[in-house]
């Protein structure tokens, strides 16, 4: 299968690393965006690494243009979705539908660290709580 767009002054970064230098901060944890459109353009991909520190949680929002799979590796985290909240483990992973209101919280006692990803380059979301979740 070919496309007919034209890739000549396209920039793909076609590795990356987790790099706590390179990650979004906030009072919660981190997001480290591995891939998005601005890492490979026309990819049709979000990616990322977060972290939620002990004791804390992401705002509440949810995705207008994409759904969201998270695969917890560390930690154990309660995230809801919509009214239902699903206690996750380490090995875990949890579907989020486009349009849903979720939310993370860590209430263990070790960081909880996890991959994200949308099936979009241009992964947006609506906060609606305070804070940031770039």
């Known amino acids: 299968m070919t496309d007919n767009l034209d890739r000549s002054n396209l920039k793909i970064q076609y590795t990356n690393a987790v790099d706590?230098?390179?990650a979004n901060l906030f009072g919660?944890?981190?997001i480290q965006?591995?891939?998005n459109g601005d890492v490979a353009p026309n990819g049709n991909l979000t990616f990322g690494?977060?972290?939620i520190e002990p004791g804390h949680k992401n705002p509440r929002h949810y995705h207008p243009n994409s759904s969201e799979v998270?695969?917890?590796?560390?930690?154990?985290?309660?995230?809801s979705i919509g009214d239902e909240v699903f206690h996750l483990t380490a090995g875990m992973s949890i579907f989020i539908p486009t349009g849903v209101a979720h939310?993370?919280?860590?209430?263990?006692?070790?960081?909880a660290r996890m991959v994200v990803a949308y099936p979009t380059e241009d992964r947006q979301a609506v906060m609606l709580e305070a804070g940031r979740d770039e």
């Open 20 to 22: 706590a230098a390179a």
């Open 28 to 30: 919660w944890g981190s």
């Open 33 to 35: 965006w591995l891939c």
């Open 49 to 51: 690494y977060v972290q």
């Open 70 to 79: 998270l695969f917890l590796i560390e930690g154990e985290l309660d995230h």
């Open 103 to 111: 939310d993370a919280s860590n209430q263990g006692n070790v960081t």
